[in-house]
């Protein structure tokens, strides 16, 4: 923790009169009951400790001093306070939370003694792996003087955060890192631990995470840490966690002062300031008293280039659970970034195509209507009449958002390529693959592969279709893989974190390999792409079993490291959506076409995929 010098005489001498006036009562209770400083007065560090855990949890405190730094009226109601006198170990922080459930009457700057109960509080809940915050509940709050000075911020920054993320688990304690002791300059995880409740500061620092609508956005000071071309920072193996990312909310409430809007690339100027919380979506969060300024950046949507005439273009974007109640303003805009963004591409493969009536739960599967809604906007934002092929699902059999059935659709264009179809296609029936007049055809087109198979319980089913482009037949597959839900995060308290619902996508890939095989085997240098919205890294498991036997290769390697992503979560630039190409197309170009998952206004919040090649 800071050196005695940086605090301040005037907060000293408020705790110090306090003590000597008796004013912070309880100390022999606290004495009997916990492990308290040589004064014999528990004090922050003592309720903190080295560990994650606080030695304290579950028993009762009294007269605890410091000086408030932050005041919270909404959400987790309640209010943090220092200690200005710090010990001399830097894995004890000096800071902690008061959850107070209704709104604290204490102000900033008060000095005050708080007397009650330390518990260890996991957002999410346990079963969500997370780390814990330690607090102080069900208070008793005395004020003992106001407007006094804060202990000075500690600095967050490049040189202070380590490169390392963090510890590796006890496998002992079933991964955990909740027991070992914190070692604050070696590793990230760490060093902000031991900050945990604290008042920290940050300077001038690049947004890696755009505003979302929670009001919070993300920045990195670390401005070389796998630094994306456009200023995002790159999340490209599992043990690139990207130590600098830091979550940012205000403490002021939106109606006294709205948050800033910010892109990623964008930065947020000048001292941002106030205590380090930890929470369910982010972790490790500086809650800003005082919040920097944005300066934009300008950072524009990309645009691809048009296919040329030999060309193939085919794309996958996921439209966020587009339906019909959705404002007409969102089929204009996502129409307009097909047309204009993606270059009007001769195949387009959409997920989370909702029902007709999107989240009502009714019964309804159809969607004609949503789809229709969608290429009638593309052909007044100038693009082509799309025709469209899909299967619908059984009722709420798909996953997704209750009542929505969203599923996959293929868009194409007629005047540029031609549908095969071959009629018999439902939710239920798998469509298979045969030779015929020497080349390899489906049963059914559109069809499923293999919905019976229990990788695809409560998921998408993938859809294959059959297109010919210039008298080549090529074999597209869209897929929406299971997502990530139920995973822990990267700030679990098990390092590495389990990551369960990679269970269920690793099954689905190996069924979607085997299709492919299949494919192959009746003829060897046919034309098959897989696309779509894999919900997993292109240096996953789920990717490595896609591509087991050399039969598909992600596409997103021909690009550089630094622009492999589709996706931005938590400040991490990363890749979700894909298209794999099968070993006859070596010859394309790939494109992933920027222009939703870095910006605060969104479409939705995935970025479309192009590739183009000549069958």
Do not use: C
């Amino acid at each position: 923790m800071p050196a005695a010098s940086s605090r301040t005489t005037a907060v000293s001498a408020v705790v110090t009169a306090a003590l000597a006036a008796g004013l912070l009562t309880g100390a022999a209770t606290a004495s009997a009951s916990a492990s308290p400083s040589a004064d014999g007065q528990v004090r922050i560090h003592d309720i903190q400790g080295a560990t994650r855990i606080s030695p304290l949890t579950g028993r009762q405190v009294s007269g605890v001093a410091g000086i408030v730094t932050g005041v919270r009226t909404y959400g987790s109601k309640g209010f943090w306070f220092q200690d200005p006198e710090p010990d001399a170990d830097p894995a004890t922080s000096e800071g902690i939370f008061v959850f107070t459930s209704s709104a604290p009457t204490v102000a900033v700057g008060d000095a005050v003694t708080v007397s009650g109960t330390v518990t260890e509080y996991v957002p999410g809940g346990a079963a969500s792996g997370n780390q814990s915050l330690t607090q102080i509940s069900r208070p008793t709050v005395a004020v003992v003087s106001s407007g006094n000075t804060l202990p000075a911020p500690v600095t967050i920054s490049e040189r202070s955060v380590p490169s390392r993320y963090g510890p590796a688990g006890d496998p002992a304690a079933g991964g955990s890192i909740n027991a070992l002791p914190l070692a604050p300059s070696r590793y990230a995880l760490d060093h902000y631990e031991s900050l945990e409740g604290m008042n920290v500061r940050i300077g001038t620092s690049r947004v890696v995470g755009a505003t979302d609508p929670y009001a919070e956005l993300w920045v990195t000071v670390k401005p070389h840490e796998n630094a994306s071309r456009r200023g995002g920072t790159v999340y490209g193996s599992y043990t690139a966690q990207n130590t600098g990312r830091l979550q940012i909310q205000s403490l002021v409430p939106l109606a006294e002062q709205p948050f800033p809007t910010a892109d990623v690339g964008d930065v947020l100027s000048g001292t941002t300031e106030g205590p380090l919380d930890f929470n369910q979506y982010g972790g490790y969060t500086l809650t800003a008293r005082t919040l920097g300024t944005v300066t934009g950046k300008g950072l524009a949507r990309e645009t691809t280039r048009k296919q040329r005439g030999g060309e193939l273009a085919v794309a996958t974007y996921n439209v966020e659970n587009l339906d019909p109640t959705d404002p007409q303003e969102k089929f204009d805009a996502l129409a307009a970034a097909v047309v204009d963004n993606l270059a009007s591409p001769d195949i387009v493969a959409l997920e989370e195509i909702q029902d007709d009536n999107g989240a009502k739960d009714d019964g309804t599967v159809s969607a004609d209507r949503t789809v229709k809604m969608f290429t009638d906007a593309i052909v007044a934002a100038g693009g082509p009449a799309y025709q469209w092929r899909s299967i619908d699902p059984e009722d709420k059999k798909d996953g997704g958002e209750p009542g929505g059935n969203i599923r996959q659709v293929f868009l194409f264009d007629p005047e540029r390529v031609s549908f095969t179809d071959r009629a018999g296609g439902d939710a239920t029936t798998a469509t298979d693959v045969v030779r015929q007049q020497g080349r390899a055809a489906l049963t059914l087109s559109p069809g499923r592969i293999d919905p019976a198979n229990a990788a695809w319980t409560n998921s998408r089913k993938p859809l294959v279709g059959e297109f010919v482009f210039r008298g080549r037949t090529v074999f597209v597959v869209a897929n929406h893989f299971a997502s990530k839900g139920g995973d822990e995060s990267i700030v679990s308290q098990h390092q590495p974190p389990a990551r369960s619902s990679e269970v269920q996508r690793h099954a689905q890939a190996e069924v979607v390999n085997t299709f492919v095989k299949k494919l192959l085997s009746v003829r060897k240098n046919a034309d098959v792409l897989v696309v779509g919205d894999i919900n997993d890294f292109e240096f996953s498991g789920t990717t490595k079993a896609l591509t087991a036997g050399g039969v598909l290769y992600p596409a997103v390697k021909s690009l550089p490291r630094q622009e492999r992503y589709s996706y931005v979560y938590q400040g991490n630039t990363q890749v979700l959506d894909q298209i794999l190409t099968s070993p006859s197309i070596d010859d394309f170009h790939y494109d992933s076409v920027h222009i939703n998952a870095e910006f605060a206004d969104q479409n939705s919040d995935h970025d479309p995929q192009v590739l183009r090649f000549r069958p």
